[in-house]
Nanobody
Framework: QVQLVESGGGWVQAGGSLRLSCVASGSISSINAMGWYRQAPGKQRELVATITSGGRSNYADSVKGRFTISRDNAKNTVYLQMNSLKAEDTDIYYC??????????????WGQGTQVTVSS
């Protein structure tokens, strides 16, 4: 089993910054891409940013130029640096990865979510 634990959410004023972290732990054999998604109540979960194990990143248009995703493969950790935050960035942010345990198959894993609130 692979567990994802997020941290770093909170409250910030518009224009401010937050940094999210997500650590993958457990009987991990391999981890593929890692990423961040967000979801507001009553809405579908949407992609924020993803990064491959080789470091290639992809961003939603709404966050390009403001958010930066990075990862530390040795620590099985992915980060999301969020700058110039806007009220519309307020959401619950979820960490995601596709991972495999020893002897297991590739499986999607999700963190429990961390709340980000931006006050205008």
């Amino acid at each position: 089993q692979v567990q994802l634990v997020e941290s770093g959410g909170g409250w910030v004023q518009a224009g401010g910054s937050l940094r999210l972290s997500c650590v993958a732990s457990g009987s991990i054999s391999s981890i593929n891409a890692m990423g961040w998604y967000r979801q507001a109540p009553g809405k579908q979960r949407e992609l924020v940013a993803t990064i491959t194990s080789g470091g290639r990143s992809n961003y939603a248009d709404s966050v390009k130029g403001r958010f930066t995703i990075s990862r530390d493969n040795a620590k099985n950790t992915v980060y999301l640096q969020m700058n110039s935050l806007k009220a519309e960035d307020t959401d619950i942010y979820y960490c995601h990865t596709e991972g495999r345990t020893y002897g297991g198959v590739w499986t999607d894993y999700w963190g429990q979510g961390t709340q980000v609130t931006v006050s205008s």
